[in-house]
């Protein structure tokens, strides 16, 4: 592509590019070609102008390569491009805003006073429409004081006021929109359903795919604890689906041939083998921001208290006119008071403040649902850890494999592999990776497989039963046994290690050694969580006694319970909360899903399982636990927040009330005010809470 140098400095540069009239869509390529590449720090296209600033580290040529290789027509460009980018939202705005003024321009200098009134009573009809509606119902909304200000400005013949009381009302409310709207897209550009790869059954054979290379047509296999990447219809098998970020149902679906399953819900138990129906888009953007429009009805307690209380001072709104004019007999002072209400900006500017942190949090790799769940956050005195993949890396590694029976180290990790695969957590993760790196193929050669959770896998190999995981599963649920010759061997075991037990025919053939090394922040994070208000720090594992202490006394917990089962954590969860402690808890395995949901606020690691995504209120990174300290400040400067604009509101709306009664201000003054302050708050709680 052709550009033509503006202006540059070090590290920045200013083009303009010689292509003819720009495109929303084709600023949007350019600005994400742009962004991608590894020495541009940051990258904006201008559409309007055609021009492209860019910032940059390293060499200037590296910046003039890029361009001078681009094409809009690249497909490998294009498909960098999110499904909505937030150009075409603003570009709207600017076109509705631009419009409205000059329309209001017009009509006050050129549009002759007998048709500007005409114009302003079919304008009033609306609002005269809604407060008849409200009234109907039984209800005193701020509709009613609105159509009651422009309805006494009409019949006093003062068509200005009544003009501007409407004009600053609709500018109002498409301030008011696309604040809203630009905070919903902002959030739903920075989440995605964050599957990469996807299990396809080819030639009778179960493959391992990247998910952008599937095509419409191809069989997808779904397990428990596994995320549907996309939308189709079942097969074979059958699975009860949690479909709770899609339609709200509480419970799980339960699916068999011929039903239809959604991109992003959630396998609960079970298995499925579905056609996929298409690929394309599937819908994400728009699931996305349904989730979080639902995610706006979870509101806090501190957001319900001051939206109904808003709701509540409307009647007293319409009374203080009503007494005004009776006192004073002007008109004029009255209309002052119904320009001015509480409601707007508490239900504008409170629940910007809560999808502005949510937004934020995203930013820092946190994902939240909903108001609740960050006040649940900021209010918590208790915080549970499971151990493997949260306090621990979600990476753990095989440090040693011990093998029984006769059997190969390399045939025990390939049998080990081959079985684990199929369920992503952070313990089965680290057999494959082992496997992979030491270049043992494992091909598909076992039937069904069977994950029982918390304690393992089962399947059959060559007619003999295999089943791999925990000692309580492998020993005591499934009756195993050691080679007798070889107890001695097993028994000394090293302790440092998480250990998993592979056993075949009812024999033990492998021990797989699990080194769960601690992550580097755990420990300092645990101590700040505790400097930020945490009075309760506890840790939860199903590992054994000797390993859980052992990280326990590295981390700096306060309790420690272990060789616990899904429902122990739950029920500890439960036992808390009984006594009235607000409880959070942070885990990243199906196993983890009980206490998840029984918490105030269920913290999901995202390299963990699907379901513990689904049902967890919050989902942080894998990439380090300070996502648990900004979540925190977050979520108290959230609160702050919203008890601030709670202040401001009333007092300042309640001044203008005063100031209108008094004659001190006019009612297109006062509505000026009122809506200018709604607005500047809404905008100001869009500012970032962290420094």
């Given at each position: 592509?052709?550009?033509?140098?503006?202006?540059?400095?070090?590290g920045?540069?200013?083009?303009?590019?010689?292509?003819?009239?720009?495109?929303?869509?084709?600023?949007?390529?350019?600005?994400?070609?742009?962004?991608?590449?590894?020495?541009?720090?940051?990258?904006?296209?201008?559409?309007?102008?055609?021009?492209?600033?860019?910032?940059?580290?390293?060499?200037?040529?590296?910046?003039?390569?890029?361009?001078?290789?681009?094409?809009?027509?690249?497909?490998?460009?294009?498909?960098?491009?999110?499904?909505?980018?937030?150009?075409?939202?603003?570009?709207?705005?600017?076109?509705?805003?631009?419009?409205?003024?000059?329309?209001?321009?017009?009509?006050?200098?050129?549009?002759?006073?007998?048709i500007?009134?005409?114009?302003?009573?079919?304008?009033?009809?609306?609002?005269?429409k809604?407060?008849?509606?409200?009234?109907?119902?039984?209800?005193?909304?701020?509709?009613?004081?609105?159509?009651?200000?422009?309805?006494?400005?009409?019949?006093?013949?003062?068509?200005?006021?009544?003009?501007?009381?409407?004009?600053?009302?609709?500018?109002?409310?498409?301030?008011?929109?696309?604040?809203?709207?630009?905070?919903?897209?902002?959030?739903?550009?920075?989440?995605s359903?964050?599957?990469?790869?996807?299990?396809?059954?080819?030639?009778?054979?179960?493959?391992?795919?990247?998910?952008?290379?599937?095509?419409?047509?191809?069989?997808?296999?779904?397990?428990?604890?596994?995320?549907?990447?996309?939308?189709?219809?079942?097969?074979?098998?059958?699975?009860?689906v949690?479909q709770?970020?899609?339609?709200?149902?509480?419970?799980?679906?339960?699916?068999?041939?011929?039903?239809?399953?959604?991109?992003?819900?959630?396998?609960e138990?079970?298995?499925?083998v579905?056609?996929?129906?298409?690929?394309?888009?599937?819908?994400?953007?728009?699931?996305?921001?349904?989730?979080?429009?639902?995610?706006?009805?979870?509101?806090?307690?501190?957001?319900?208290?001051?939206?109904?209380?808003?709701?509540?001072?409307?009647?007293?709104?319409?009374?203080?006119?009503?007494l005004?004019?009776?006192l004073?007999?002007?008109?004029?002072?009255?209309?002052?008071?119904?320009?001015?209400?509480?409601?707007?900006?508490?239900?504008?500017?409170?629940?910007?403040?809560?999808?502005?942190?949510?937004?934020?949090?995203?930013?820092?790799?946190?994902?939240?649902?909903?108001?609740?769940?960050?006040?649940?956050?900021?209010?918590?005195?208790?915080?549970?850890?499971?151990?493997?993949?949260?306090?621990?890396?979600?990476?753990?590694?095989?440090?040693?494999?011990?093998?029984?029976?006769?059997?190969?180290?390399?045939?025990?990790?390939r049998?080990?592999?081959?079985?684990?695969?199929?369920?992503?957590h952070?313990?089965?993760?680290?057999?494959?990776?082992?496997?992979?790196?030491?270049?043992?193929?494992?091909?598909?050669?076992?039937?069904?497989?069977?994950?029982v959770?918390?304690?393992?896998?089962?399947?059959?190999?060559?007619?003999?039963?295999?089943?791999?995981?925990?000692?309580?599963?492998?020993?005591?649920?499934?009756?195993?046994?050691?080679?007798a010759d070889?107890?001695?061997?097993?028994?000394?075991?090293?302790?440092?290690?998480?250990?998993?037990?592979?056993?075949?025919?009812?024999?033990?053939?492998?021990v797989?050694?699990?080194?769960?090394?601690?992550?580097?922040?755990?420990?300092?994070?645990?101590?700040?969580?505790?400097?930020?208000?945490?009075?309760?720090?506890?840790?939860?594992?199903?590992?054994?006694?000797?390993?859980?202490?052992?990280?326990?006394?590295?981390?700096?917990?306060?309790?420690?319970?272990?060789?616990?089962?899904?429902?122990?954590?739950?029920?500890?969860?439960?036992?808390?909360?009984?006594e009235?402690?607000?409880?959070?808890?942070?885990?990243?395995?199906?196993?983890?899903?009980?206490?998840?949901?029984?918490?105030?606020?269920?913290?999901?690691?995202?390299?963990?399982?699907?379901?513990?995504?689904?049902?967890?209120?919050?989902?942080?990174?894998?990439?380090?636990?300070?996502?648990?300290?900004?979540l925190?400040?977050?979520?108290?400067?959230?609160?702050?927040?919203?008890?601030?604009?709670?202040?401001?509101?009333?007092?300042?709306?309640?001044?203008?009330?005063?100031?209108?009664?008094?004659?001190?201000?006019?009612?297109?003054?006062?509505?000026?005010?009122?809506?200018?302050?709604?607005?500047?708050?809404?905008?100001?709680?869009?500012?970032?809470?962290?420094?």
């Amino acid at each position: 592509m052709k550009c033509e140098i503006l202006h540059e400095s070090r590290g920045r540069i200013r083009v303009h590019c010689v292509c003819g009239r720009m495109t929303l869509h084709q600023a949007d390529i350019l600005e994400f070609f742009l962004r991608a590449k590894p020495f541009v720090t940051n990258a904006k296209v201008y559409d309007r102008t055609g021009d492209a600033v860019i910032w940059y580290d390293g060499e200037r040529r590296n910046v003039i390569k890029a361009l001078a290789g681009f094409s809009f027509a690249d497909e490998s460009a294009e498909a960098l491009v999110p499904e909505h980018t937030g150009r075409e939202l603003d570009r709207s705005f600017e076109n509705k805003l631009i419009a409205m003024l000059m329309w209001r321009a017009a009509k006050r200098t050129i549009v002759p006073a007998p048709i500007r009134f005409v114009l302003t009573v079919i304008n009033a009809l609306k609002h005269i429409k809604e407060a008849l509606t409200a009234l109907s119902h039984g209800r005193i909304e701020v509709s009613v004081l609105d159509a009651t200000a422009i309805t006494v400005s009409l019949l006093r013949n003062d068509c200005g006021t009544a003009s501007s009381v409407m004009f600053m009302l609709g500018l109002g409310e498409l301030l008011e929109e696309w604040t809203r709207k630009k905070s919903v897209d902002e959030l739903a550009g920075v989440m995605s359903l964050g599957i990469d790869k996807v299990w396809v059954i080819k030639d009778g054979t179960e493959v391992l795919v990247p998910t952008n290379a599937i095509n419409a047509g191809d069989e997808v296999i779904v397990r428990s604890g596994s995320m549907i990447p996309l939308d189709g219809v079942v097969l074979s098998g059958e699975a009860e689906v949690n479909q709770a970020s899609l339609t709200g149902e509480s419970l799980p679906v339960h699916k068999t041939v011929g039903s239809y399953v959604y991109a992003g819900t959630v396998v609960e138990d079970g298995s499925c083998v579905f056609r996929v129906d298409k690929t394309s888009g599937c819908g994400k953007y728009d699931r996305i921001v349904k989730m979080i429009e639902e995610s706006e009805k979870m509101k806090s307690q501190a957001e319900s208290k001051a939206v109904h209380l808003a709701d509540k001072l409307v009647p007293y709104s319409l009374a203080a006119t009503l007494l005004t004019y009776l006192l004073t007999g002007d008109s004029v002072k009255a209309i002052s008071i119904l320009m001015v209400d509480y409601s707007c900006a508490l239900k504008l500017a409170i629940p910007i403040s809560v999808i502005s942190a949510m937004r934020e949090s995203s930013v820092h790799g946190i994902t939240v649902k909903g108001g609740k769940f960050l006040e649940a956050v900021s209010e918590a005195d208790t915080i549970v850890f499971d151990k493997t993949g949260t306090l621990t890396h979600s990476t753990p590694r095989v440090a040693e494999i011990f093998t029984f029976g006769g059997s190969s180290e390399e045939e025990a990790l390939r049998l080990a592999a081959c079985l684990e695969e199929h369920y992503p957590h952070s313990i089965a993760n680290a057999v494959v990776e082992e496997a992979k790196r030491r270049g043992i193929d494992h091909e598909e050669k076992h039937s069904t497989v069977e994950y029982v959770v918390a304690h393992g896998i089962s399947s059959s190999i060559d007619g003999k039963k295999a089943v791999i995981g925990s000692y309580h599963f492998v020993f005591e649920d499934e009756g195993c046994t050691i080679p007798a010759d070889e107890q001695e061997k097993f028994d000394s075991l090293p302790h440092q290690y998480s250990h998993l037990f592979l056993a075949v025919g009812g024999a033990l053939a492998a021990v797989l050694c699990i080194e769960d090394p601690l992550r580097d922040e755990a420990a300092e994070v645990v101590s700040s969580l505790r400097e930020l208000g945490f009075e309760k720090i506890v840790m939860m594992t199903g590992d054994s006694k000797r390993v859980a202490r052992c990280v326990a006394e590295k981390v700096g917990v306060d309790e420690l319970h272990y060789e616990v089962l899904p429902e122990d954590k739950a029920e500890f969860i439960r036992q808390q909360k009984a006594e009235g402690r607000k409880v959070i808890m942070v885990g990243d395995g199906m196993n983890d899903s009980p206490a998840l949901s029984e918490a105030d606020a269920g913290i999901a690691i995202s390299s963990g399982a699907a379901i513990a995504r689904e049902i967890a209120d919050i989902t942080i990174s894998a990439d380090d636990l300070y996502c648990l300290l900004t979540l925190r400040k977050i979520s108290r400067a959230l609160m702050t927040r919203i008890d601030r604009n709670y202040r401001f509101i009333m007092t300042f709306n309640t001044a203008l009330m005063v100031l209108g009664a008094f004659g001190i201000i006019t009612p297109t003054t006062s509505a000026l005010l009122h809506n200018g302050s709604t607005i500047s708050t809404a905008l100001s709680d869009m500012r970032a809470y962290l420094p």
